[in-house]
C-alpha cells in the first residue's frame, strides 16, 4: 500500500503554515528525534495506525519516528496509552478517538475497531495537512518539524456507525479511511485497516430478485407472489403468506451460516421490495394493512420482524434486518413497531434538493419529514438512502450544493444511525460535472455534518481546480442561488430546463468565471479537471438553447457537435442512469437537444427528418440576419459585467 500512496503523493512545495507562524512557549514541535510509542501486543489495528502515521510523517518531514514500547525518556506521539486520559475521564464513544497534547508529548486514543485509525488519520489531517481529495489527488505539507498547539485537545464520536456513497472516488480504500466512510457495498475495507460494516448478500431491491426468487418460485408457487387485478405477478411478494415468511427465514439462515462474521461488529441483511410499486393486494394483505394505519409498510414490517425473530433466536446478536421506508412503503404504519433487530431504511427520492428536507415551505420535505420522525418514534435503528445527483440528465449540473451540509444535520439530529447517500454511481462513464467535489463534501460530512462547510468547499476547489478556483465558487453560488423549476424546487429527474433558472445575463457572467478559472489555472491536472466539470455547464446551456447554443446563433450546430465530441472524448457513454451504450451517433447528433441524444437511431425516418431540418437550418438565407442579432444580443447580454 505504501508504495501506491508514495506514487500518488504530491507534496506541497510550501513551508507549512504550522512552521513559519511563531509558537506559543509551550507548543509542541515534533522532531526526528521523536519516538512512536505503541502499547505492548499492538492489535492488528494499532499496528496499522502506527505504519500510517511513520509513513505520512516521513512523506511531510522526512523523520523517520521509530516505534517503541518504552520511550526511555524522549518525547513521543503515544497511540492508546493509558497516559492520555485525565483521572475518572470517560474513553471515548465507541469508534471515536482523542488528540491531546500533554507533558510535552502527543498522545492518539481511540476505541472500538476504528477509532484509533480515525485518530491517526485526523492528526495527520489537522498538523501535517494530509488530505485525500480524490483516489489520485492526494496532498501532505512539507515542513521541517510537526507543531502542535500545547491547548490541543480533539475528540470525536461518530455521527452514524454506517456511512457510504457510490460516486467514483469513494471506492477507494485509502480515501475511504482517510474521509471517515464506514460502510459497504462500494467499498470492502479489512478489519485490519478499521473494516465496514457490510451488507450479507445484496444491499437492495432483495425480495424477489435473491430472496424468494422469482425465477425459482413463480412458476410452482405463484401464491408466493403479488395478488393484483385478479391474478398473481411475479414483481412482489405476498407478505402475509406464511409459507413465504418460513422460506425467507431459511434462505436468511442458510446466508448466515455461510456468510456470518461473528467478529464484526454489525452486518446488515438486506429484504428490500422490488423497485416497482406492483405490491401485493390480496384480501390478507390489504386486511393487516387497514388495521395498521391503512399503509403499505405494516405488512412489511410485520414480515420482518418475523424473520428478525428467527435470527435472534438463532443466536446472530450482531445481523440487523433492513428493509425500507421506500415509495409504497415510505409511511410508518400504526400499532406495530420493528424489532430491535430491524433497521429501516427511509429514502428520500420524492423529496426537493433546493430546499432542506426542514424547510418548511417545501411541501413535499415537510412530507418528508413526517415520515422520518414518525418512523424515528417507533424504529431505534433508522438509515437514510438519500440521493445526489440527476438521473435523468447525469451530465448537467446539479445544483444541491445549498442544502446538503443541512440535510446530513438533519439526519444527525433525528437519531438516524446510517446514511447512504446515493449519487452517480456510473460516474466511471458518465463523469462530467462535480463528482469528485460532491463525493469530497458527502464523506466530510457523513464525517461530521457540523464542519465549516465553506472552508471544506474550498479547500478542495483550491486542490482540484488551481488558482482560478474562485470563479468555479462564485459559478457554483450562482448555481445554487438559481436552482430548481420556476417555482424553485429541485428533483432527481428534473429537466435541465427545470434544474435553474438563469437569465442571459447570469450565462454569461458564469461564462466568464469559467474562462477565467481555465485562463488562471497553472498545471494540466487543474485545466483537465476544469475542463470536465465545465462541459456540464455546457451540457446545460445546450439543452436550454442558452449562451453560445442560442437558437440566434448560427454556429450552435457546430457547438453542439463539440460537445458531444468532447463528452465521448472523456469517456462518457451515457447521458442518464438507464442510457448507457445507447447515446445517439449518427449525423442528427449536432442538430438535436443533448437530452435527446439517446432518442434517436442512424436510418430512422425521424432521424432523417431532424438531419433534413438541421442542413437546412444551416444553409437558411436568414443566417446572416441571425448572425448580426446574435452579436447584438450577445453584446447587450455581457453589458457591464
Ligand atoms: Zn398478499
Ligand atoms: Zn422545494
Redesign the pocket.
Known amino acids: 500500500m505504501k508504495k501506491a500512496i508514495c506514487i500518488l503523493i504530491s507534496l506541497v512545495m510550501i513551508m507549512s503554515a504550522f512552521t513559519i507562524m511563531p509558537s506559543a512557549a509551550n507548543d509542541i514541535s515534533i522532531t526526528a528525534d521523536w519516538n512512536i510509542l505503541t502499547v505492548e501486543n499492538p492489535t492488528v489495528q494499532q499496528e496499522f495506525a502506527v505504519t500510517r502515521l511513520q509513513e505520512v510523517i516521513k512523506d511531510a518531514t522526512g523523520f523517520e519516528l521509530p516505534a517503541v514500547t518504552n520511550a526511555e525518556g524522549g518525547n513521543y506521539i503515544a497511540i492508546d496509552s493509558d497516559l492520555a486520559f485525565n483521572a475518572g475521564e470517560e474513553p471515548p464513544a465507541e469508534n471515536g478517538y482523542i488528540i491531546r497534547a500533554k507533558d510535552g508529548n502527543v498522545y492518539i486514543s481511540g476505541t472500538g475497531i476504528r477509532g484509533t485509525i480515525q485518530g491517526v488519520y485526523r492528526f495527520l489531517s489537522e498538523f501535517l495537512g494530509y488530505r485525500v481529495y480524490t483516489k489520485t489527488l492526494i496532498l501532505v505539507d512539507e515542513m521541517s518539524s510537526i507543531l502542535v498547539p500545547a491547548d490541543t485537545d480533539i475528540s470525536y464520536a461518530p455521527f452514524f456507525e454506517y456511512t457510504c456513497t457510490d460516486w467514483e472516488s469513494p471506492r477507494d480504500i485509502e480515501y475511504c479511511i482517510a474521509n471517515g466512510i464506514t460502510g459497504g457495498p462500494y467499498v470492502n475495507i479489512s478489519d485490519s485497516m478499521g473494516g465496514t460494516v457490510n451488507y450479507l448478500g445484496n444491499m437492495c431491491h432483495s425480495l424477489t430478485e435473491n430472496i424468494c426468487s422469482r425465477y425459482t418460485y413463480f412458476e410452482t408457487h405463484p401464491e408466493y407472489f403479488a395478488y393484483r387485478n385478479g391474478k398473481r405477478i411475479d414483481k412482489q411478494l405476498c407478505l402475509t403468506n406464511p409459507d413465504v415468511v418460513e422460506l425467507v427465514k431459511n434462505e436468511v439462515l442458510e446466508l448466515l451460516d455461510a456468510e456470518h462474521n461473528p467478529d464484526a461488529s454489525l452486518q446488515i441483511i438486506s429484504l428490500t421490495q422490488a423497485d416497482n410499486q406492483e405490491y401485493c393486494t390480496c384480501e390478507n394483505c390489504v386486511a393487516f394493512e387497514k388495521a395498521h394505519g391503512n399503509v403499505r409498510s405494516a405488512t412489511m414490517i410485520n414480515f420482518v420482524n418475523q424473520v428478525a425473530d428467527a435470527v435472534k433466536e438463532a443466536g446472530y446478536n450482531n445481523v440487523v434486518i433492513d428493509t425500507f421506508a421506500y415509495q409504497y412503503t415510505r409511511k410508518a404504519p400504526t400499532g406495530i413497531v420493528p424489532r430491535d433487530n430491524v433497521c429501516v431504511r427511509l429514502c428520500s427520492i420524492e423529496?426537493?434538493?433546493?430546499?432542506a428536507l426542514d424547510?418548511k415551505?417545501?411541501?413535499?420535505?415537510v412530507a418528508f419529514m413526517k415520515d422520518l420522525v414518525d418512523w424515528k418514534n417507533i424504529c431505534n435503528r433508522l438509515y437514510i438512502w438519500d440521493y445526489t445527483t440527476n438521473y435523468a440528465n447525469t451530465c448537467t449540473v446539479f445544483p444541491n450544493f445549498g442544502v446538503m451540509q443541512r440535510n446530513v444535520q438533519v439526519f444527525a439530529e433525528n437519531n438516524v444511525k446510517g446514511v447512504y447517500e446515493e449519487g452517480n454511481y456510473y460516474m466511471s462513464f458518465c463523469d462530467s460535472e462535480f463528482g469528485e467535489l460532491r463525493s469530497y463534501l458527502l464523506c466530510k460530512l457523513m464525517q461530521n455534518p457540523y464542519l465549516d462547510y465553506n472552508k471544506t468547499m474550498n479547500d478542495f476547489l483550491v486542490a482540484y481546480y488551481g488558482k482560478g478556483w474562485m470563479n468555479i465558487r462564485k459559478a457554483i453560488d450562482m448555481y445554487t442561488d438559481n436552482a430548481?423549476d420556476i417555482?424553485?424546487?429541485?428533483r432527481i429527474y428534473h429537466s435541465c430546463k427545470d434544474s435553474m433558472q438563469l437569465t442571459n445575463r447570469k450565462v454569461k457572467i458564469i461564462d466568464k468565471y469559467w474562462a477565467t478559472a481555465y485562463n488562471e489555472a497553472e498545471t494540466d491536472m487543474h485545466r483537465a479537471n476544469i475542463y470536465r466539470s465545465e462541459m456540464s455547464w455546457r451540457y446545460y446551456k445546450a439543452d436550454t438553447g442558452k449562451g453560445e447554443f442560442s437558437s440566434l446563433n448560427t454556429a450552435r450546430f457546430d457547438e453542439t457537435q463539440k460537445l458531444y465530441d468532447d463528452l465521448i472524448a472523456h469517456g462518457v457513454a451515457t447521458i442518464s442512469e438507464c442510457s448507457r451504450n445507447d447515446m445517439l451517433d449518427c449525423a442528427a447528433v449536432r442538430y438535436v437537444k443533448p437530452h435527446q441524444w439517446d432518442g434517436f437511431e442512424e436510418g430512422d425516418a425521424d432521424t432523417q427528418a431532424k438531419i433534413k431540418w438541421g442542413q437546412a437550418q444551416e444553409n437558411s438565407p436568414l443566417n446572416p440576419i441571425r448572425d448580426l442579432l446574435y452579436k447584438l444580443m450577445n453584446w447587450l447580454w455581457g453589458l457591464f459585467i
Do not use: I
Not at 351 to 355: D, E, K, V
Not at 361 to 365: D, I, Q, T
Not at 487 to 490: A, W, Y
Open positions: 423529496c426537493c434538493f433546493a430546499h424547510d415551505k417545501c411541501a413535499s420535505n430548481g417555482l424553485g424546487h429541485l
